[in-house]
């Protein structure tokens, strides 16, 4: 069987670069040394977009020119010789020069973007001949009729038959909503019986533009914005070239206006309007005639608050500029994380993961990168949905964070915070949050029955109905409250309060598991090729024996929680029994009461770190361990050396490192950093919809 499948599109715009993110996603998750490739691109010296997303997202180890077979000038060439076998087997000598660093590749076919337009997919077919690939066709159904698309397939199965190709299935991407049940009708009885077919509805929001693309494209400069403002959608474009007032008229949602450099009042007026709440806000303003913005307006933006918007400025005129924007044609690029979302989000609702698994050939990798680790998460996330409170809905990380999570249909999710607020910065960072819940802490129906309920639980601390009705104000309370009623699953919180202000709540009202102590933390360290636990590295200062003993049987739990089997080391300056002093006494004590209390826990202690991890180190200091050389789950002494080694560990072997995950709670509660990413926020709420499940 081969270990290899090639996508290829029928026809042109058929969304073929979301059909390769969402099977490159699902390969990534069970493979390690994967390969993509293409036949042809269109240069040799700018990366094609679609190596550049694959290999950026993905990790992906190959220099640009390994990725690809021909250049189309190269291309060009063979055809102009007459030397069209020449062409293939360029190709073929490069995919096997990639082959042999490759466990499985992908193969993505070409764009129906130049002279081969005329018999584009017979040359991609000829292609996944000549390298052993399976075929998954693709077939566009935007701006057809049910009977059209049924045309488009039956004429792509014939010439798939000519062909003699290895047909695994067909995909009908971009359809109609209303005529998707009709579609999957005509692939079930025109297709063989079993063969893949899938139908996947058009997606407005994957087709808009970018500035980013625009800027790219156009080849524009940036005069004014930052990075995720160049991610910015853009819905139309607009010549302004009236007075104000009737710009303001026209302006919506995601506009790109488009106007001469020396228009001072428009610039004025809409830079206004990212300030207003009353007007819609604009994607962006693109400067025409090659001129820099006068001092004056330089002066103005820039004493403002940072703005919503993105400016840029090409040498060309306004009418040419327009014709330019106008041919830019949507991409999938790896700076757009919400677009990349919603793509995969739809490709997952509309494509049985499990029935490509069975049609595909790979073996499964025993190694685990953080690309895989990390999609094992939103796997198990996915399958068995839980609910997330946010208490901090006027961060603008957690919001973008929010909103990824949802396009990935991932988790259900609750914001706390003034709605309009909400609404109004998710508009101002062009992201959407549908599908999101939203309470305000100082407007709703629960904090009568919340302040009642601390109450019951904190009147022995002394804490009266007034005091405990105005903690309910504050949102890590509020949270916290909602997870110990039942009203979510999990709280994560951190991005701009202090851990004890995340935690304490949590416990006062949840509290620690029956047996445990202490609540601590882990963190998942994704290594290059395996995921390691390290505990802890977040809360506790100096744990003594005891409570050294419950970090340990915690992060075990934590481990097997995420498949991986646990071998704790308990870690020291000294190894074995030569050491002496009363650090190493307590790691010694330590180990002792967790096999005490958990004799089916493989433990070590004392052990130095390269004997846990090392197996050369250990075979000549603990030859008879079952823990040292291949220790999973490594558990600090204090926190000092637990804090300064996995930030040791995570910026030298440029490890992703996935927490702090509190353990030891009756429900999941967990704490950011206030430096976090949004990834480290999207990460730690998948963690904490997983750790919701076992409860």
Do not use: W
Not at 10 to 33: P, T, V, Y
């Amino acid at each position: 069987m081969s270990k290899n499948l090639y996508i290829a599109a029928a026809e042109a715009e058929a969304g073929k670069s979301m059909i390769i993110l969402g099977i490159m996603d699902f390969l990534s998750r069970h493979i390690d040394k994967i390969g993509f490739f293409r036949p042809i691109v269109r240069s040799g010296e700018v990366m094609d977009n679609h190596i550049r997303l694959i290999s950026s997202r993905y990790n992906l180890k190959f220099d640009y020119e390994s990725m690809y077979g021909l250049t189309s000038d190269e291309m060009l060439e063979f055809h102009q010789t007459g030397d069209t076998e020449g062409v293939f087997t360029s190709i073929l000598n490069k995919y096997k020069q990639l082959e042999q660093n490759c466990d499985f590749i992908l193969v993505e076919g070409s764009d129906f973007r130049s002279y081969l337009s005329t018999y584009e997919f017979d040359f991609n077919l000829n292609v996944a001949n000549n390298l052993g690939c399976p075929i998954i066709s693709i077939v566009r159904g935007y701006n057809k009729a049910v009977s059209e698309v049924s045309e488009s397939i039956q004429i792509m199965r014939r010439v798939m038959q000519h062909e003699k190709c290895i047909q695994l299935g067909t995909i009908v991407n971009r359809a109609s909503k209303n005529d998707l049940s009709k579609i999957k009708d005509i692939l079930k009885t025109s297709m063989p019986e079993e063969s893949l077919n899938f139908v996947i509805p058009e997606e407005k929001f994957l087709q808009r533009l970018t500035m980013r693309q625009i800027k790219d494209i156009i080849g524009a400069e940036v005069i004014y914005g930052d990075d995720e403002s160049l991610n910015y959608d853009v819905t139309d474009f607009k010549v302004a070239a009236m007075n104000i007032e009737s710009v303001l008229k026209n302006v919506t949602e995601g506009t790109l206006i488009i106007t001469p450099v020396d228009r001072l009042d428009l610039l004025v007026g809409l830079s206004l309007t990212l300030l207003s709440d009353n007007y819609p806000k604009i994607a962006g303003i693109l400067l025409t005639c090659g001129l820099k913005p006068d001092d004056q307006f330089k002066q103005l933006i820039y004493g403002l608050k940072k703005l919503p918007v993105a400016i840029l400025s090409v040498e060309s005129d306004t009418f040419k500029a327009a014709a330019d924007v106008n041919k830019v044609r949507p991409l999938l690029l790896p700076e757009n994380e919400q677009r990349l979302a919603t793509a995969l989000g739809l490709f997952e609702d509309h494509v049985n993961i499990k029935q490509l698994a069975d049609k595909i050939t790979f073996s499964s990798s025993e190694v685990v990168t953080p690309v895989m680790f990390e999609y094992q998460l939103f796997n198990r996330a996915k399958h068995n949905r839980k609910h997330i409170v946010l208490p901090e809905g006027n961060d603008d990380r957690i919001l973008r964070a929010a909103s990824i999570l949802l396009k990935r249909n991932v988790v259900d999710i609750t914001l706390l915070g003034n709605e309009d607020e909400i609404y109004r910065k998710a508009a101002e960072l062009h992201i959407s949050l549908e599908g999101a819940f939203i309470i305000d802490p100082y407007d709703n129906d629960l904090i009568g029955e919340y302040a009642a309920e601390y109450f019951r639980l904190r009147k022995h601390k002394g804490i009266t109905k007034e005091a405990a009705k105005e903690l309910m104000y504050d949102v890590s309370y509020l949270g916290t409250m909602m997870v110990h009623k039942g009203h979510a699953d999990g709280m994560v919180s951190g991005a701009a309060h202090t851990t004890q202000h995340t935690i304490r709540p949590a416990f006062e009202i949840i509290k620690t598991k029956p047996g445990i102590s202490i609540v601590s933390s882990s963190f998942l360290m994704c290594l290059e090729d395996r995921v390691l636990v390290y505990g802890d590295c977040a809360i506790n200062p100096i744990p003594n024996a005891e409570q050294l003993a419950d970090i340990a049987i915690s992060s075990a739990q934590t481990a097997s929680m995420f498949g991986i089997e646990p071998r704790i080391a308990m870690l020291s300056y000294s190894t074995g029994k030569s050491g002496k002093g009363v650090e190493v006494e307590k790691v010694r004590k330590a180990t002792e009461i967790v096999r005490e209390r958990c004799p089916d826990l493989k433990t070590e202690g004392p052990i130095q770190y390269d004997a846990a991890i090392d197996a050369r180190v250990a075979k000549a200091k603990m030859p008879d361990s079952e823990v040292a050389g291949k220790a999973t789950i490594f558990i600090f002494p204090d926190l000092n050396t637990g804090n300064n080694t996995y930030k040791a560990v995570q910026r030298s072997a440029n490890a992703v490192a996935i927490g702090p995950v509190l353990q030891g709670l009756n429900k999941p509660v967990n704490d950011l950093s206030r430096g976090c990413l949004v990834a480290d926020i999207v990460n730690t709420v998948v963690i904490t919809a997983i750790q919701a499940q076992e409860q």
